[in-house]
């Protein structure tokens, strides 16, 4: 939370905005902005002291020197959810439906448990979308939950997945008969192509050769005759 803490230095010590800045993983006009109050986001602030981040000593080196950079004491301990529904900002929360929307039109096999967890909705708003008795279902467009940035692809992989095992498998009838094709008989038959193309060439060959020499033989034959004959 580098803004949250980044806002309690500014209201609360006299270090420099670069000393805050560099403190807290942020470029100086964010900070800035913050002192201005015109940053876009108002944000509660975050005692590094008590956190153990800092200690009061720290901040009176700043405070006294501001070239110097503060050290922080103990890293911030990362607060991660692990129950309850995925959190969704607000200035995206309207975009759900259409991300329902669109997992019930390109993944039927998903459970609503699971489109439920990937989108962060109830059952209720997802039956409302499926039977088409949402409240607002004439605008909603179904898109990409993961282009609208309410789940991740890994996730909507995973979800893909484990729909996709749990499916059921066709049965396989005993009339229905499984042909396998031999790879030999495609070599045999190739062979036998070839062979008979071959002696259809040769074929071919002989028989223009023959009527080469008979037409060579009348030729020669006519030639005969006219010779013999008086003048």
């Known amino acids: 939370m580098p803004h949250a803490t980044a806002s309690w230095l500014v209201d609360n010590t006299s270090l420099s905005f670069e000393q805050i800045a560099e403190f807290c993983g942020l470029h100086i006009l964010e900070v800035q902005a913050m002192a201005d109050d015109l940053a876009s986001s108002k944000y509660t602030g975050r005692d590094p002291v008590h956190s153990g981040e800092l200690t009061h000593d720290e901040i009176d080196k700043g405070q006294a020197d501001p070239t110097y950079a503060l050290k922080m004491q103990r890293a911030p301990v990362d607060v991660s959810r692990t129950k309850g529904p995925r959190y969704t900002p607000v200035s995206k929360r309207q975009d759900k439906p259409d991300g329902i929307a669109w997992i019930i039109r390109n993944h039927p096999e998903i459970s609503d448990a699971q489109i439920g967890r990937l989108i962060g909705t109830t059952r209720n708003t997802i039956n409302a979308i499926r039977e088409r008795s949402h409240w607002n279902i004439q605008n909603i467009q179904p898109k990409d939950p993961v282009t609208l940035g309410l789940c991740s692809q890994r996730e909507l ?23 396998v094709i031999d790879p030999r008989d495609d070599r045999e038959k190739l062979i036998e192509e070839l062979r008979a193309e071959r002696e259809a060439a040769t074929k071919a060959a002989a028989e223009a050769a023959q009527e080469a020499e008979a037409e060579a033989w009348l030729e020669a034959r ?10």
């Open 222 to 231: 006519r030639a005969a005759e006219e010779s013999e004959s008086p003048a």
């Open 157 to 179: 992989d995973a979800a893909v997945a484990k729909a996709a095992k749990r499916a059921p498998q066709p049965e396989v009838t005993e009339d229905e008969e499984t042909v």
